[in-house]
């Protein structure tokens, strides 16, 4: 037994203002088919596409649903049409129901602190010593994430969903966060009966991360690979190294570029001339710091550089002529978590 398609219909809809308060009212029809005759309306009800109860509209944030009535086609039996009603009263106004699936879900903004290193502070200035070295170990700054957790009442519990949405990463827009930036901490259940109906109170957690869940983690190592083959790195004296060596994103050395600017720029420059791109990568795009701003460097004609600016946190501005443009480390960007459509879990 399932829902095979959920589609709005355009016809039968209706509102209203009324009274002095200014009550509106909506009506919204839904047309909802079944594979089943044993299909009943609470299948039809939470099908993902449904408005549930105390569900905002789509195009007026002051009315949540007030009632859903499901009635089914009487010919085949497996069409039903569903009328959403929808009202600018209050959750207060709007009497607690009766049964508890059809009560509005709890919705709960939180906070975790934690600590995070950071690699420049509120000026721009970069965490190194005054001769240009990390500081070690590196500083650390107080930091919070968002955390959301909505409980809702429904006829039973999925573990397969839980199973599909734990540790996975929004792939879709969530609650305004872009994709990849929210994780589905978890879905847990618990089994409640009231008003002689059995439900579940079903507990849906999250967290986001302005950051994002993606890794971006440091080339470095001790080997390089060419043609499938890994050869070891060696010092001067022929011995490996017993440090890292920065990588340059393809297994090779990163090379020791460094150039000037050979004009100054303003802000809002996205291409400038250098004398010389010997040391710097041929294929694009890589990215260098001048100053305290990272840019990246998407081209480059005959020393003539097009640049995308202000990139990986820092601030676009203006550089003297002359100054010293240097080969950025290259981090390779690793996905940990799988990703899932979050808005199929139809969460108000």
């Not at 002095?20 to 309306?41: H, M, P, Y």
């Not at 676009?316 to 080969?327: Q, Y």
Request: net charge negative.
């Amino acid at each position: 037994m399932s829902v095979i398609s959920v589609r709005a219909l355009t016809e039968g809809r209706s509102g209203s203002q009324t009274n002095d308060k200014g009550i509106r009212t909506s009506v919204r029809k839904f047309g909802v088919r079944t594979n089943s005759l044993a299909d009943d309306d609470t299948v039809v009800r939470y099908a993902v596409g449904v408005p549930r109860l105390y569900d905002v509209h789509p195009n007026d944030p002051g009315m949540n649903v007030e009632s859903v009535q499901c009635s089914q086609d009487s010919f085949s039996g497996v069409y039903w049409e569903v009328v959403v009603n929808y009202s600018s009263k209050t959750p207060d106004e709007q009497q607690q129901a009766e049964n508890p699936l059809e009560r509005r879900s709890k919705v709960e903004w939180g906070k975790v602190d934690y600590q995070e290193a950071y690699q420049q502070d509120q000026d721009g200035q970069a965490m190194v010593n005054s001769a240009q070295e990390p500081f070690d170990p590196p500083r650390q700054r107080d930091a919070k994430r968002i955390t959301l957790k909505i409980t809702r009442n429904e006829p039973s519990f999925n573990p397969a969903l839980a199973l599909a949405y734990q540790d996975h990463v929004n792939a879709d827009v969530f609650f305004g966060a872009d994709p990849g930036l929210c994780k589905c901490q978890g879905i847990t259940g618990s089994e409640d009966y009231q008003n002689n109906i059995t439900f579940w109170s079903v507990v849906y957690e999250f967290e986001f991360r302005k950051e994002g869940f993606d890794e971006y983690i440091l080339d470095q190592g001790f080997s390089t690979l060419a043609n499938g083959v890994r050869t070891l790195i060696r010092d001067q004296h022929g011995t490996p190294v017993t440090q890292p060596v920065l990588l340059n994103g393809a297994g090779g050395l990163l090379s020791a570029g460094r150039t000037t600017l050979s004009d100054a720029i303003g802000a809002g420059t996205n291409f400038f001339t250098v004398p010389s791109s010997t040391g710097f990568p041929t294929t694009f795009p890589f990215k260098v710091r001048i100053d305290n701003e990272i840019l990246s460097v998407t081209n480059n004609v005959a020393n003539l550089w097009s640049v995308d600016r202000g990139q990986d946190g820092t601030t676009a501005a203006g550089h003297a002529m002359g100054a010293a443009i240097v080969l950025e480390p290259v981090y390779l960007l690793r996905k940990p978590y799988a990703r899932a459509v979050f808005s199929d879990l139809n969460l108000p």
